[in-house]
């Protein structure tokens, strides 16, 4: 969703903008050429191996960049730092990118090791997770993180099988995932393992706990008329999402003006043709807040 994504944020050249989910570099990229001549922007990351790829990608145009490696929780020191006067765009683009799909810490279908994480050098990963949560926590992870609605029958399995041996590779789980699920369910529109890794990953880097620190911090960082779009790809981060600019687009119980106003009161979803040439962004919605002109940058 590249061009809504652009049509949302109506950039203008000079404008200072920010990426807070660089992945392979595509919006980056694109952001950075709207605001050319003489605009800026900044992107983040977790993933300090995907920042290595974008700066070589984009070459001469990382003058007019800068990368941070880091979650987009933490943004908000940076971009007080260098744009104090706050940033005209903002986007979060909460998906999995192509790169992390086909990596051996993420993919399920290539095999590997239990992983999932964003940085490489974060502490816990999925086999962790695996090996020392309860069968309740495993359950309310699935279920709330992945949609799972099978998430009672995977957790039960996994303690299972972990009782037997450690759950140490991709190929383990999956073949959890599979027993977990009642044969005439296993072949769906989507891999049965999806929902189940999809939890793991939120799970293990603490996304919901980034996204609901970027929504209480993010928004102060625009400047009057700026504009954050968020990009979710499942309930559980849209509705984070659209709750919490509902709230800031209400007004004060004493009557003062809402700081902000929500310019799609419906999340925006990808173009036919863009779902026929992309499956993956079947689920995409985006969601937009506008920092009201009278409003001062925080």
């Not at 994504?5 to 694109?30: I, N």
């Not at 069968?135 to 303690?159: K, N, S």
């Not at 400047?223 to 999402?241: F, K, M, N, Q």
Request: glycine letters at 10%; aromatic letters at 4%.
């Amino acid at each position: 969703m590249v061009a809504e994504c652009l049509e949302a944020l109506a950039l203008s050249p000079g404008d200072t903008v920010v990426d807070g989910t660089v992945g392979q570099g595509g919006h980056l990229r694109a952001l950075l050429r709207a605001v050319q001549p003489g605009g800026r922007a900044i992107g983040c990351d977790l993933d300090s191996e995907a920042l290595t790829r974008v700066e070589a990608w984009l070459g001469e145009e990382m003058s007019a960049v800068t990368l941070v490696q880091g979650s987009f929780a933490d943004l908000a020191p940076v971009v007080r730092q260098q744009v104090p006067g706050g940033v005209q765009g903002i986007l979060l683009d909460l998906g999995v990118s192509r790169d992390q799909l086909i990596s051996p810490r993420f993919s399920f279908q290539a095999g590997g090791p239990l992983d999932s994480r964003l940085d490489p050098a974060g502490a816990e990963t999925a086999a962790d997770l695996l090996a020392g949560a309860d069968e309740a926590e495993l359950t309310r992870i699935l279920r709330d993180y992945g949609d799972e609605r099978f998430a009672p029958r995977i957790a039960r399995g996994i303690v299972a099988a972990r009782a037997q041996a450690p759950l140490t590779t991709t190929e383990q789980l999956v073949e959890v995932i599979r027993r977990a699920y009642p044969a005439g369910a296993r072949h769906g529109r989507i891999h049965i393992a999806t929902r189940t890794f999809q939890a793991l990953r939120i799970a293990v880097n603490r996304l919901y706990e980034a996204l609901d620190t970027a929504l209480a911090e993010l928004p102060a960082l625009l400047a009057p008329g700026g504009r954050l779009a968020i990009l979710t790809y499942h309930s559980g981060e849209d509705g984070r999402v659209k709750r919490a600019f509902r709230a800031l687009s209400r007004a004060a119980d004493d009557g003062t003006p809402a700081g902000f106003s929500l310019l799609t009161r419906r999340p925006l979803a990808p173009s036919p043709d863009e779902c026929a040439a992309n499956p993956g962004a079947r689920s995409a919605r985006l969601r937009v807040l506008l920092a009201n002109p009278a409003r001062s940058a925080a």
